[in-house]
């Protein structure tokens, strides 16, 4: 079984709609992460969450929220999509507990498309 | 803030080495990682420095020096699998805090051909 899980794994959407992609893990880890990746730009942070009751904005969170429901769950919700939110979204973990080394593990993916 | 930089396309020959260059320029820097990432698939973890100098892996070797703002990746006896982009990433540490973030180069895409 993957240690990281995220739904949907694809999803096709029209603007205007609200969609949230949801991310569980079964590694135990205390922090989430979720990032967008477009083509020719790499990985950019849209939130983050060191524990459950800490929540924190990336670099690009406008136009997203997220919701920490539990250690193991972080889901981000696009209120309203827009079609430049069309990207690869991705999920990962890390655990404070490994010191200064802190690496991060991605689920799969999730293809969103907004038309 | 930080800059990183990485080439956009390499290719090499199956068995071949190749060397996959990064530069950033950050503040609070607290650590080098590389992953590999297959097209359409998540990035996976490959290597992380944090202290000058050589880590070796099996076939997956990375180098940090810290004072020159540089990193590379070397693959040795490359396989037709290797195919695939190279993303380094950088962790920044928040002034006065021992939390950080990682900032990812825009990765390298290796074609490796037979």
């Known amino acids: 079984d993957a240690d990281v899980t995220q739904t949907p794994r694809n999803r096709i959407t029209k603007t205007g709609k609200r969609i949230m992609l949801e991310c569980s893990q079964t590694k135990g880890h205390d922090r989430m992460y979720w990032y967008r990746q477009d083509p020719g730009l790499g990985l950019q942070l849209i939130y983050y969450s060191f524990d459950v009751k800490d929540i924190n904005k990336g670099e690009i969170s406008d136009g997203y929220s997220v919701s920490r429901q539990a250690q193991a769950k972080f889901s981000l919700s696009l209120e309203s999509a827009i079609p430049n939110q069309t990207a690869l979204y991705f999920c990962a973990t890390s655990d404070s507990r490994t010191g200064s080394t802190d690496t991060q593990y991605f689920g799969p993916g999730t293809r969103l498309t907004v038309l | 803030g930080q800059n990183i930089d990485q080439p956009t396309e390499m290719t090499a020959t199956e068995g071949a080495i190749v060397q996959i260059n990064c530069t950033y320029q950050t503040s609070g820097f607290n650590g080098l990682f590389w992953y590999q990432q297959h097209a359409g698939e998540a990035p996976t973890f490959l290597s992380y420095?944090?202290?000058?100098g050589l880590e070796e892996k099996g076939r997956f070797s990375s180098f940090l020096s810290r004072s020159k703002g540089y990193s590379y990746l070397l693959l040795k006896e490359l396989q037709m699998k290797d195919s695939a982009s190279y993303l380094c990433?950088?962790?920044?540490?928040?002034?006065?805090?021992?939390?950080?973030?990682?900032?990812f180069g825009r990765g390298t895409q290796l074609t490796v051909w037979p």
């Open positions: 420095n944090v202290l000058d």
């Open positions: 990433a950088v962790r920044e540490l928040y002034r006065g805090s021992t939390l950080g973030r990682l900032y």
